[in-house]
Structure formats: structure tokens, C-alpha cells
């Protein structure tokens, strides 16, 4: 059974940084995909960014690209977002995803098919 839990969420000021982080277990982690999507109050979730089984590819929703970095450690099955130079419209609760296989597919899932419960990422002005 897979399972994803994120943390790292919290109140920060505009301009600040977070890093979240999201252990998976269940599976190998090292042979599938990871992922971090977002929901805002009253939206729909988005893409933020994706990496491939090695970290060797990577992609980023424009909104974010510049400012967020995803990175994973295989040897602790774990998935990162550092985000930097924070909006308040980055306000969200952020999910962590994996991916069906070794590599991230197309929009909207990316080839995303296991959620974790997300973290709540606040963002004052």
C-alpha cells in the first residue's frame, strides 16, 4: 500500500522560503516518478513540478519556475520543494504525487496515480 506524507507547511511571510518534503513507502520509491501539485481555496489543483526516477528531469509550472526546486534522496525516499521568494498566490495546500513508472508523463496529471493528504503552505503580504 502506498503512502505519501508531507510536511513542511506553515505561515511565511512574502518574499520568505519553505521547504516541504514527502516520504513515501509502500513501493520502491527509486523506480517511479514524483510529484508536487497544489490547490488553492476555491480552485482547482495545479501542477508545480515533477522529477524523474533519478532526478535527472525535472519540469515546472511557469508560475513557479525560477523561484520552487524539486529534488528527491532515493536513499530516503524522499521527495523535496524548496520554495523561494514566496506570494501570497502561492497560497495552497500542497500534495505530493507518484508517478506510475520511471518517468513523469503529459499535463494535467503528469502520470501521477497515488496522492498524499497534502500541506497547508500560507503565504502572508
Known amino acids: 500500500q502506498v503512502q505519501l506524507v508531507e510536511s513542511g507547511g506553515g505561515l511565511v511571510q512574502a518574499g520568505g522560503s519553505l521547504r516541504l518534503s514527502c516520504v513515501a513507502s509502500?513501493?520502491?520509491?527509486?523506480?517511479?516518478?514524483m510529484g508536487w501539485f497544489r490547490q488553492a481555496p476555491g480552485k482547482e489543483r495545479e501542477f508545480v513540478a515533477v522529477?524523474?526516477?533519478?532526478?535527472?528531469?525535472?519540469r515546472y509550472a511557469d508560475s513557479v519556475k525560477g523561484r520552487f526546486t524539486i529534488s528527491r534522496d532515493n536513499a530516503k525516499n524522499t521527495v523535496y520543494l524548496q520554495m523561494n521568494s514566496l506570494k501570497p498566490e502561492d497560497t495552497a495546500v500542497y500534495y505530493c504525487?507518484?508517478?506510475?513508472?520511471?518517468?513523469?508523463?503529459?499535463?494535467?496529471?503528469?502520470?501521477?496515480?497515488?496522492w498524499g493528504k497534502g500541506t497547508l503552505v500560507t503565504v502572508s503580504s
Open positions: 522529477i524523474n526516477w533519478s532526478g535527472g528531469s525535472t
Open positions: 509502500g513501493r520502491t520509491f527509486s523506480s517511479y516518478a
Open positions: 504525487a507518484q508517478g506510475v513508472g520511471r518517468y513523469y508523463g503529459v499535463a494535467p496529471n503528469y502520470g501521477m496515480d497515488y
